[in-house]
């Protein structure tokens, strides 16, 4: 089955933690993303990453972190930094056809 | 103001109805247009792609495109129970980067 696996589903963060969330895909897509949603206001762009090795910054992403070492995986870190990290955070990939498909989410609470 | 506008409801219909959901957006360069189903707690769900003006149909839904009004439509005929959910439009200019902007959502629910 081909798809964006995201892990884990629900993530707890204790104040000043950094948090990674996970995020795979196996469509050989080359555009992969983050997104942060809250309630009201829609997806808003993290991070994204169009090659291996390259990445640049979305919309809000002042307290976050990504990597892109292989094409398959694109984690997030959620560092001390980010103020109100509570959210659901949704990677996606596009196809040459530029259509985007998200993974499932991860829900990520701070205690 | 934002790109685009989304009303988010809840927008509430009996089992059967046609559904109307609709975004309108100020940037004219937006060329593809998208309808996403987002069931709570799950991730998005791409319904219909579009490019420019014009009307595409898939099974109960169709997608319709006004540039000239920057308006766009999803239409749902015959609506059941389980077309509840949030649905977001999103769009793009033509640029190699497929860097979407979204609405911010509406919430339909169709009762039995």
């Known amino acids: 089955d081909g798809g964006i696996t995201q892990s884990p589903k629900y993530l707890f963060r204790k104040e000043g933690q950094n948090v990674t969330l996970s995020c795979e895909q196996n469509l050989n897509h080359d555009a992969m993303y983050w997104y942060r949603q809250d309630p009201g206001q829609g997806l808003r762009l993290i991070y994204y990453?169009?090659?291996?090795?390259?990445?640049q910054k979305g919309d809000i992403a002042e307290g976050y972190s990504v990597s892109r070492e292989k094409k398959e995986s694109f984690p997030l870190t959620v560092t001390s930094a980010q103020k109100n990290p509570t959210a659901f955070y949704l990677c996606a990939s596009t196809d040459r056809a530029g259509e985007q498909f998200f993974g499932p989410g991860t829900r990520l609470t701070v205690l | 103001q934002k790109e685009v506008e989304q009303d988010p409801g809840p927008l509430s219909v009996p089992e059967g109805a046609i559904v109307s959901l609709n975004c309108t957006y100020s940037n004219s360069a937006f060329q593809y247009f998208m309808w996403y189903r987002q069931y709570s707690r799950k991730g998005p769900e791409l319904l219909m792609y579009t490019y420019s003006s014009g009307n595409k149909e898939d099974g109960r839904f169709t997608a319709q495109v006004d540039k000239s009004s920057k308006y766009i439509s999803l239409f749902i005929r015959d609506s059941q129970p389980s077309d509840s959910a949030t649905y977001l439009c999103?769009?793009?200019?033509?640029?190699?980067?497929?860097?979407?902007?979204f609405g911010t959502g509406t919430r339909l629910l169709v009762s039995p």
């Open positions: 990453s169009q090659i291996v090795n390259d990445f």
């Open positions: 999103a769009m793009r200019v033509n640029t190699g980067f497929q860097k979407l902007v």
